[in-house]
Structure formats: structure tokens, C-alpha cells
């Protein structure tokens, strides 16, 4: 079981950046898979970054490559994302997903944090 966390969400302009963090409980978070999800108004919760167990892999929304990175720390069981050249179509919550399965994690992860809102006006 894990618990997430997230923080860092505001409001910021076009061309600006961001920094999301997630904060998981548990002994166990060096085992699981890390992902960060976004849903806008009235669309549908979409995939947007994930990172393997150790962190050497990670994989990426084609519309967020080169924009954004998903990074962890194992030892203060953090996940974060930093996204920079930020576009007003990226403004969405963001949620922290976390699942033991990295193929998994990247669509139907078992854990999801509570969300935080990003606001990235024009």
C-alpha cells in the first residue's frame, strides 16, 4: 500500500515552469513504478510521464517530450515532474499514480494522489 501525495501546482504564464513533487508513504516505494497523469475540464484523465523503480527508465506524452521530466528519489521517496515551456493546453490537475508494474503504471496504475490544479494562462 502507498499513499501519495502531490504539491506545487499554481497558476504561471505561458513559456514559464513548474515544478510538481508527489510524497509517498510506505517502507516500500523503491519497489514502484511512478507516474504523473493530467485531466482537463471536460476531457478525460490522460497519461503524461512515468519512471521504473530505479529510475532508469522513463517514457513520455509525445506533446510533453523535450518540455518535461519525471525524476525520483528513493531516499526521501519523492517523485517529481518539472515541466518547462509551459502551454496553456497543458493547464489540467495533475495526479501522482504509482503501481508496482512500470508497463502498468502507464495506464491503470493501482495508486493515485488527490491532484494538484496547474494553471498556465495565455
Known amino acids: 500500500q502507498v499513499r501519495l501525495v502531490e504539491s506545487g501546482g499554481g497558476l504561471v504564464q505561458a513559456g514559464g515552469s513548474l515544478r510538481l513533487s508527489c510524497a509517498a508513504s510506505?517502507?516500500?516505494?523503491?519497489?514502484?513504478?511512478m507516474g504523473w497523469f493530467r485531466q482537463a475540464p471536460g476531457k478525460e484523465r490522460e497519461f503524461v510521464a512515468a519512471i521504473s523503480f530505479n529510475g532508469g527508465s522513463t517514457y513520455y506524452q509525445d506533446s510533453v517530450k523535450g518540455r518535461f521530466t519525471i525524476s525520483r528519489d528513493n531516499v526521501k521517496n519523492t517523485v517529481d515532474l518539472q515541466m518547462n515551456s509551459l502551454k496553456p493546453e497543458d493547464t489540467a490537475v495533475y495526479y501522482c499514480a504509482a503501481d508496482p508494474l512500470y508497463m502498468v503504471v502507464r495506464r491503470i496504475p493501482g495508486y493515485w494522489g488527490q491532484g494538484t490544479q496547474v494553471t498556465v494562462s495565455s
Open positions: 510506505g517502507r516500500t516505494f523503491s519497489s514502484y513504478a
